[in-house]
């Protein structure tokens, strides 16, 4: 919070200086810039050390600030690294539930088998019709 006030303040001594900020194009006071609060010049900001061990970041794995951190560390690691890549994995070497491969395979063979014989790929009658019983034609 100093910080920013002392940029505050070098900002605003900069802009009462002509020229410093180049032309503009409104009257020097156009620009309003924020006024620090009362007394924070008086309160020098507190380390980041001391700011983490009073308020540490809290993931829900375990009480004590390191152990948990390494926790959820691992946890996103085990959750996101592996799990995609096991889980790509396992989804690359399912077996063909749908049977489309072994289908696609198999209408190969048949093709093949009736271009050798000479016959055409598609019959019009899709069973012999000598082997079908049919209803007498009454």
Do not use: C, T
């Amino acid at each position: 919070m100093a910080a920013l006030g002392r940029a505050l303040r070098a900002l605003r001594a900069g802009a009462l200086r002509v020229g410093a900020r180049g032309r503009s194009a409104g009257p020097p006071g156009a620009v309003a810039l924020p006024r620090a609060p009362l007394g924070a010049e008086l309160h020098e900001e507190e380390p980041m050390a001391v700011a983490q061990r009073k308020n540490p970041d809290y993931h829900g794995f375990s009480a004590e600030p390191d152990a948990d951190l390494l926790n959820m560390r691992a946890v996103f690691f085990a959750g996101v690294s592996v799990a995609i890549v096991l889980g790509s994995v396992f989804l690359h070497y399912m077996p063909d539930y749908g049977l489309k491969q072994w289908a696609r395979r198999e209408a190969e063979l048949r093709i093949r088998e009736r271009e050798r014989g000479g016959l055409p790929l598609l019959d019009p009658n899709y069973y012999d019709p000598a082997r079908l019983p049919l209803p007498p034609p009454e």
